[in-house]
Nanobody
Framework: QVQLVESGGGLVEVGYSLRLSCVAS????????VAWFRQGLGKEREFVSA????????SYADSVKGRFAISKDAAKLTIYLQMHSLEPSDTAIYYC???????????????????WGQGTQVTVSL
C-alpha cells in the first residue's frame, strides 16, 4: 500500500512562494495518479492539481493555473507542488492523495482516491 507524507507548509505573506512535498515512504508511485487537494476552514475539499506518475501528464484547477506547478522526482519517490504568487484564498490544509491509474472518474474527484497523507497547513497572510 502506498503511504504518503506531506511537508513544506507554513506561514507566508501575500505574493510569496512555497514548495510542498509528498513522499511515498515505502512504495513506488508507478501506475498511480497523484494529486493535491486542499480544504480551508468551513469549506469543502477541493482539487488543486494532479500528475500521472508514469507519463507526467498534469492537471490544474482553474484557480491555481499559471501560479502552481506539480512535478515529480522519481529517484526520491516525491511529488512537489511549487506555489507562486500566493493569495489569502490559498490558505488551507493541503493533502496529497493517490489512486491507481485504472480508477473510475476524473482526477478532480476526491472520493476516487484511496491513499491520503496527513496534510500540511498553508497560511497566507494579508
Amino acid at each position: 500500500q502506498v503511504q504518503l507524507v506531506e511537508s513544506g507548509g507554513g506561514l507566508v505573506e501575500v505574493g510569496y512562494s512555497l514548495r510542498l512535498s509528498c513522499v511515498a515512504s515505502e512504495y513506488a508511485f508507478s501506475g498511480y495518479d497523484v494529486a493535491w487537494f486542499r480544504q480551508g476552514l468551513g469549506k469543502e475539499r477541493e482539487f488543486v492539481s494532479a500528475i500521472h506518475w508514469t507519463t507526467s501528464t498534469t492537471s490544474y484547477a482553474d484557480s491555481v493555473k499559471g501560479r502552481f506547478a506539480i512535478s515529480k522526482d522519481a529517484a526520491k519517490l516525491t511529488i512537489y507542488l511549487q506555489m507562486h504568487s500566493l493569495e489569502p484564498s490559498d490558505t488551507a490544509i493541503y493533502y496529497c492523495a493517490a489512486r491507481q491509474f485504472s480508477s473510475i472518474g476524473t482526477v478532480q474527484i476526491a472520493s476516487t482516491y484511496t491513499h491520503w497523507g496527513q496534510g500540511t497547513q498553508v497560511t497566507v497572510s494579508l
